[in-house]
């Protein structure tokens, strides 16, 4: 089992900035891919970004791409989403997903690709 816990999230103006985190315990950190979610009111779950077990390799959604990095610090176990020149349209829960993998460089955009998630983290941009 994976336990996944972010925070974070919070109330800002749009183009304003937020960092959220996702720290993760019970397995081996550096085995993780991992990514980000997130899910509007009345909307489906949809993919933000992805990064590989070593943080080597990233994937984003087209929505945020040039405004939000994800980064991955195995030495704190931790999964990082810095998001910048943030949008009302960006106002969802956001979620981290991760799964166990011993693949080099893999990098997955689909819900259905992660084993483990947390319980999420509210952003609301005001416009």
């Known amino acids: 089992q994976v336990q996944l816990v972010e925070s974070g999230g919070g109330l800002v103006q749009a183009g304003g900035s937020l960092r959220l985190s996702c720290p993760a315990s019970g397995r081996t950190f550096s085995n993780l891919r991992m990514g980000w979610f997130r899910q509007a009111p009345g909307k489906e779950r949809e993919f933000v970004a992805a990064?590989?077990?070593?943080?080597?390799?990233?994937l984003y959604a087209d929505s945020v791409k040039g405004r939000f990095t994800i980064s991955k610090v195995n030495a704190k176990n931790t999964l990082y989403l810095q998001m910048n020149s943030l949008k009302a349209e960006d106002t969802a829960v956001y979620y981290c997903?991760?799964?166990?993998?011993?693949?080099?460089?893999?990098?997955?955009?689909?819900?259905?690709?992660?084993?483990?998630w947390g319980q999420g983290t509210q952003v609301t941009v005001s416009s």
């Open positions: 990064i590989s077990r070593s943080g080597s390799t990233t």
């Open positions: 997903a991760a799964k166990t993998t011993l693949l080099i460089g893999v990098v997955r955009a689909g819900a259905d690709e992660y084993d483990y």
